[in-house]
């Protein structure tokens, strides 16, 4: 037996509108006698009683036919503590259609020649929009002078920068939200018009000249960038003020939060250090680029790692035939999966646990899904770590490069692009040199197979999984200190997207053999990183947070070289991307030199290092 679950009401809201409806009822009443009161200038005697008569005997029906109208027109559902300008357009165009039907209900039911006097319609309507305002708005008005009263109290001070649309949502939030712990000290904009003009009753204190100085006055702990539409130079050199505030920062992701709506304070994030590097993102057509993706088996090695899962994220908007995702880590292949699934419903994705040691394991991979192209990221990449375990490297890189290449060229993959590094030049580690024994295994297959084979060589990508500002952040936020290496260490940096993007760009250029070479732009100092970082989560450097030099670590060198000299440099349809120059290879030579390596590493050999000086001359053992 079933049992009728209960109706819940809300006696809270019928209450509220209860009262409402009473309301509005005596707003009618005293609209409607008031009227032909102020007519007379409240002389009571002077009144024509048929006029009095004729407005008494519609009365019941104007008020019936009111509440009517006004439920109609929903001003007994909305929210009037948020009420905004739709709310308040109902509310008058309801308050309107009242006094209309009002003069003709008058005018069918007078008792005299003339129902009312003319002036009574515009009076009366004018009174019922004023009483029903009143009702409506007051609590709104009640409210926020009671959240501006709590918000002196609150302790976190904020200097908002950028007077447009989308400083101004992001004040309105403050100001009218009850939970927000902030209140705003001033507002910056460059635009000499908006100086001394105010904005939700905040004053706009002047141009970005006036940040250092406003920060003090104000006492500002925070600091918001509400520009989303400004260039990237322009906030770098916003930033650059800012930071001597010593005030956290925040700012609005892009333009893209106000087309959507979407500008709120839940969407300022704060400061990156990539805010900082200065340059616009690199852009690429990908929707050109990518349609030799488009109806293909492609197979990322390494797609759960930073740069193989933004292969996948990148191809998987490109409608391929089929995405083959192989990685040895269950764990981060895994997390891809469940990401494509719900981004791409309709991609035929395929999720393998393999390692690309395996000879026979990857031949059946290759064997049973015939891949089209490969990228190839599978790597050991973490320079210490490989320098305490340099045969580990030599297996995964060297000879996990090898299987795979031979497996792509055996089964008429058409293209192989590897993720070479920068490290591969004059290397001075293991991780390095494996690297560039790589791309001399891909020059040299690509000259005796079908498959066109091609490597790409870049720097340090902003957020993966080694890279240094992940570790910075988490050393700020257990006090410090952060540790850099040395004072005078300088890397080249990208972002994740970017990078891939120009991976996928030089594959399209690809023709078989070239090493391709990503222009990272200017060179960083990680010193500077640390500083701007440690800035930007708005605490002092070496009061608040230290920065101790911990030494070189094994197989880390002051600067990484992109290119090495013999190969020289010759460019391509993107200014971004340059190709190598192949360099001559004694073919015999080099396999009997890996046959070696490969046994010798296998045996877990002391000599590895001087084994693969041999192969690579320019690489730099440091004992």
Same mark, same amino acid.
């Given at each position: ?19 409402? !409806? ?22 009571? @005697? &002077? %009144? ?19 509440? *009517? ?17 739709? /709310? ?17 209900? $008058? ?34 008005? %009640? ?26 949502? %992001? ?40 940040? #250092?100085?406003?920060?003090? !006055? ?20 916003? $930033? ?11 700012? =609005?992701? @892009?333009?893209?939060? =106000?087309?959507?709506g979407e500008v709120n304070v839940s969407q300022l994030r704060d400061v990156e250090v990539e805010d900082l590097l200065g340059r616009e993102p690199i852009k690429v057509d990908l929707d050109s680029i990518l349609s030799y993706v488009c109806g293909k088996v492609v197979l990322v090695t390494g797609g759960g790692g930073s740069i193989g899962s933004e292969l ?36 035929? =994705? ?9 000879? +026979?394991?990857?031949?059946? !991979? ?29 297996? +995964? ?32 580690? *293991? ?44 050393? *700020?936020? +257990? @006090? ?37 070479? =990503? ?23 070496? &009061? ?6 911990? @030494? ?8 990484? /070289? #992109? #290119?090495? /000299? ?58």
């Amino acid at each position: 037996m079933k049992f009728m679950k209960k109706k819940e009401y809300n006696y809270q809201m019928i209450y509220r509108r209860a009262c409402l !409806v009473l309301y509005d009822i005596a707003s009618i009443l005293a609209a409607s006698f008031l009227a032909i009161s102020m007519r007379y200038e409240f002389r009571y @005697g &002077e %009144i024509p009683e048929y006029f009095l008569e004729t407005i008494l005997r519609f009365l019941p029906f104007n008020v019936v036919l009111t509440v *009517i109208i006004f439920y109609i027109f929903r001003l007994y559902h909305s929210l009037w503590a948020f009420a905004g300008e739709n /709310e308040l357009q109902n509310l008058v165009v309801s308050c309107f259609l009242s006094g209309a039907i009002n003069g003709v209900g $008058l005018y069918v039911v007078r008792v005299a020649q003339r129902a009312v006097p003319n002036s009574y319609y515009f009076v009366y309507t004018f009174l019922l929009v004023t009483f029903i305002f009143i009702s409506r708005f007051s609590y709104r008005f %009640i409210r926020s002078k009671k959240h501006k009263m709590q918000n002196r109290k609150n302790t976190i001070r904020v200097m908002i920068i950028g007077a447009g649309d989308a400083g101004n949502s %992001i004040i309105k939030e403050i100001v009218s939200s009850n939970f927000s712990t902030m209140t705003i000290g001033c507002i910056i904009d460059d635009d000499p018009a908006k100086k001394g003009s105010f904005i939700q009753g905040i004053r706009v204190a002047g141009g970005r000249d006036k940040i #250092l100085e406003c920060a003090d !006055v104000y006492n500002i702990d925070e600091i918001f960038v509400a520009i989303p539409s400004a260039s990237k130079a322009v906030i770098r050199e916003i $930033l650059e003020i800012c930071k001597e505030t010593e005030c956290k920062l925040r700012s =609005l992701p @892009g333009m893209y939060q =106000l087309v959507n709506g979407e500008v709120n304070v839940s969407q300022l994030r704060d400061v990156e250090v990539e805010d900082l590097l200065g340059r616009e993102p690199i852009k690429v057509d990908l929707d050109s680029i990518l349609s030799y993706v488009c109806g293909k088996v492609v197979l990322v090695t390494g797609g759960g790692g930073s740069i193989g899962s933004e292969l996948c994220r990148q191809i998987a908007q490109h409608q391929p035939k089929r995405l083959i995702l192989l990685d040895i880590y269950e764990n981060s292949a895994y997390d891809v999966q469940q990401e494509l699934k719900v981004k791409y419903p309709r991609l035929d =994705l395929v999720v393998l646990i393999a390692s690309v040691r395996n000879t +026979n394991r990857m031949n059946a !991979v290759f064997s049973e899904y015939q891949p089209d192209i490969v990228y190839h990221a599978a790597a050991h990449k973490h320079v210490p770590l490989m320098e305490a375990s340099p045969n580990e490297a030599v297996k +995964n890189n060297v000879f996990g490069t090898w299987k795979t290449a031979q497996a792509a060229a055996f089964y008429g993959t058409k293209k192989f692009v590897m993720i070479s590094t920068d490290k591969a030049v004059n290397p001075t580690n *293991i991780m390095g040199a494996s690297k560039r024994i790589c791309e001399m295994i891909i020059q040299t297959f690509n000259k005796h197979y079908e498959t066109e084979f091609v490597a790409v060589r870049f720097g340090n990508v902003l957020g993966s999984n080694g890279s240094v500002i992940p570790l910075f952040k988490k050393q *700020i936020e +257990n @006090g410090g200190p952060v540790t850099v290496t040395h004072p005078d260490i300088i890397r080249y940096f990208m972002t994740i997207p970017e990078a891939v993007s120009l991976v996928l760009q030089a594959g399209a250029y690809a023709k078989g053999g070239e090493i391709f070479v =990503l222009d990272m732009g200017e060179p960083v100092k990680i010193l500077d990183l640390a500083r701007n970082l440690i800035r930007l989560s708005g605490y002092r450097v070496d &009061e608040d947070i230290r920065i101790e030099f911990t @030494g070189l670590r094994p197989g880390e060198k002051l600067y990484e /070289e #992109l #290119l090495m /000299e013999e190969e020289g440099l010759q460019d391509t349809a993107n200014k971004m991307i340059h190709i190598g120059r192949p360099i001559e290879i004694d073919e015999m030579k080099f396999f009997g030199q890996l046959k070696n390596l490969k046994e010798q590493s296998k045996n877990e050999s002391s000599q590895i290092r001087h084994l693969i000086r041999e192969i690579v001359p320019t690489y730099q053992i440091r004992e």
